[in-house]
């Protein structure tokens, strides 16, 4: 009963459930553009791309199955890994390591490298089979690894203070499954997590740290079962999450205590993305629809904007701002690039 319980939340993770589409969801305040900017980097391939990091200005890594590097902007690619299928790619902006991770062996298979991918280095230890679900990382030089619980693997959040050889676990449950983890500026510690209830139900919700890790304050998502899949401070301290189960987006004046809706209810909220000046950007998946659409907002969720034009129809899984000049987006067809300033509206 548990691996079908984990099954279904990992379905969920991947946007698998059905949701019915609230119909006001689509309902936008502001004018749509006759049309925006996005443009297919064509030297990638069409292929889904489900995450995407950007080191430096002209510098992308790309998780697409595999892991590809481009030097130039996107003007040519190198895979820099190919073995296994990849789940969980991230960059430590301080060293330029490259973590990746794949749940679909059951060793809790866990790969770094420092030299752009010419080798791979698995960790010395490990304290669990891990699932790894997200990577986190501090100034102070500490890598936090965030795992998923199912019959082959153990939850729980892990660190590393030696650039990923050694980890040790932290303080919480090796039976709570870790999603998606938040550094705040402040150095406190949002978890997105799910845990198993002694009826089988699952509760879902946060957890905050405020000492490094050391001790814990559980706090409701938005509502019950939803998961929070992605999780941004806005330059006002706002906390905004995407959910699933059709629920939209959120937003959190007390980091998390308290919630309220900022709509696309309907929606599963695959990513967001909020740039320094607090326009918000996302990629929702609609199931009634089929489809994923690209919204943005300028007032903090209040009204959103739908500005697929140019857009491939079909998933849109990732956003990436470029230098606060650019964005890009991961769909199922490739990579596509817009300035911000072809978004943004006066």
């Known amino acids: 009963m548990r ?18 589409k609230n119909k ?12 925006t900017k996005w443009e297919r980097i064509k030297s990638f391939p069409e292929i889904d791309v489900y995450d995407i ?3 430096e200005p002209d510098e992308y890594y790309v998780l697409a199955g595999f892991v590809y590097f ?13 073995n296994i299928i990849v789940n969980t790619l991230d960059v430590n902006v301080f060293t330029q390591q490259i973590f990746i991770s794949s749940f679909a062996l059951q060793n809790g ?10 080798t791979w280095t ?26 998923s619980e199912s019959d082959e693997s153990l939850g729980g959040l892990y660190y590393s203070t030696d650039g990923g050889k050694k980890w040790h676990s932290t303080s919480i449950s090796k039976e709570i499954s870790v999603w998606k983890i938040l550094l705040a500026e402040n150095d406190d510690i949002y978890l997105s997590i799910s845990e198993y209830q002694n009826d089988l139900s699952i509760r879902t919700g946060l ?5 490094n890790a050391q001790t814990w304050v559980y706090m409701n998502p938005p509502s019950q079962p939803q998961f929070i899949r992605c999780m941004k401070f806005n330059h006002s301290a706002l906390l905004f999450a995407g959910t699933s189960f059709g629920t939209g987006i959120f937003s959190s004046p007390d980091s ?7 709509g696309l209810e309907g929606y599963d909220i695959y990513d967001l993305e909020i740039d320094l000046t607090d326009n918000i950007y996302v990629v929702a998946y609609n199931h009634e629809l089929n489809q994923s659409l690209f919204f943005y907002s300028d007032d903090d969720g209040e009204s959103w904007i739908n500005m697929n034009e140019g857009l491939p129809s079909g998933e849109i899984w990732a956003l990436e701002i470029i230098s606060q000049e650019s964005l890009l987006a991961g769909t199922s067809k490739g990579l596509y690039k817009i300035k911000i300033t072809d978004l943004v509206l006066d």
């Not at 304290?127 to 795992?147: C, E, H, L, Q, W």
């Not at 957890?207 to 000492?211: A, F, I, N, W």
């Open 207 to 211: 957890l905050k740290s405020t000492d």
């Open 256 to 262: 998390g205590k308290t919630w309220i809706s900022r």
């Open 53 to 55: 990091i950007a080191y």
């Open 3 to 20: 691996k079908i319980l984990f099954i279904l939340i990992s379905l969920t993770i991947f946007n698998f459930y059905s949701c019915e």
């Open 24 to 35: 006001d969801s689509l309902i936008v305040n502001s004018p749509i553009p006759v049309a």
């Open 109 to 118: 298979w866990l790969l770094y490298s420092a030299d752009i991918g010419k």
């Open 122 to 147: 698995p960790p010395d230890s490990f304290p669990v089979n891990p699932f790894i679900r997200d990577f986190a990382f501090t100034t102070a030089g500490k890598i936090y690894a965030a795992s």
């Open 70 to 82: 481009s030097h130039d902007s996107g003007e040519s690619w190198q895979e820099i890994y190919s």
